[in-house]
């Protein structure tokens, strides 16, 4: 892939083109590791805090939506692809709205939350770093931000385990996913530094572990506003 390509707007291309075959990915539980392993560990989480209202930030067709809704949490999702959004609003569950991520403020948005989830939502650079800062302004005051991805030691792969982008890539997906979005793989390191230095008070790590590989499946952040 080109470099020039590895950027903020080229994963938002990428995830256009694929909302479709996403969307049916989904519904059809065809991603082992979200079946067995992520859906639940990231409900677990968001439940364990006891939250009556929820921002889904990047909640394309709104499972999870859906899922805390089942569990009597009103919930608000947000998703810069209006393609997915349409889904997330068919499907129902929750109050759905296309936005991009340097939309969300509380100015721009008119919400105020108990806690605001990101669920294998955050895989750009310049668009996490704002939106670290961004949601402080939609919660409540003792907020909880929920943050979901993929676990650094593992996705590093054999590839140096240092900061930086990486070509994405749709192995073990069908056929109908084109035009892998790029990601900004962050060390531990990193991902604690982007917490503790915009003014989070990481309170938990988690790291859901894949029973048949017996390996994390991801890593699960919860932290409070200080």
């Not at 590895?6 to 994963?11: G, K, N, P, T, V």
């Not at 989480?45 to 909640?59: E, M």
Request: contains cysteine; aromatic residues 8%.
């Amino acid at each position: 892939m080109n470099r020039e390509l590895l950027s903020d707007a080229e994963i938002i291309e990428a995830w256009h083109a694929n909302a479709a075959p996403w969307t049916k990915a989904v519904r059809d539980g065809d991603i082992e590791s979200r079946r067995l392993v992520t859906d639940r560990a990231v409900v677990d989480a968001i439940v364990s805090n006891t939250p009556r209202s929820v921002l889904d930030v990047g909640c394309g067709e709104g499972w999870l939506a859906r899922a805390l809704s089942a569990r009597g949490i009103s919930v608000i999702g947000v998703d810069v692809v209006p393609a997915l959004i349409e889904q997330a609003q068919k499907a129902g569950g929750g109050e759905f709205r296309v936005a991009a991520y340097e939309e969300l403020s509380s100015r721009k948005l008119h919400v105020l939350v108990d806690l605001v989830v990101c669920n294998f939502s955050l895989i750009g650079n310049e668009s996490v770093d704002d939106l670290f800062v961004a949601v402080k302004s939609l919660l409540h005051p003792g907020g909880t931000l929920v943050v979901q991805t993929l676990h650094p030691l593992i996705a590093c792969g054999n590839q140096p385990y240092v900061d930086g982008w990486r070509p994405g890539s749709w192995a073990g997906f069908s056929g109908d996913f084109v035009r892998p979005a790029p990601w900004y793989f962050r060390t531990l390191e990193s991902w604690v530094r982007l917490f503790t230095a915009n003014g989070w008070h990481l309170e938990e790590i988690r790291e859901p572990m894949h029973p048949n590989t017996g390996k994390p499946a991801s890593i699960l952040f919860i932290a409070h506003m200080l």
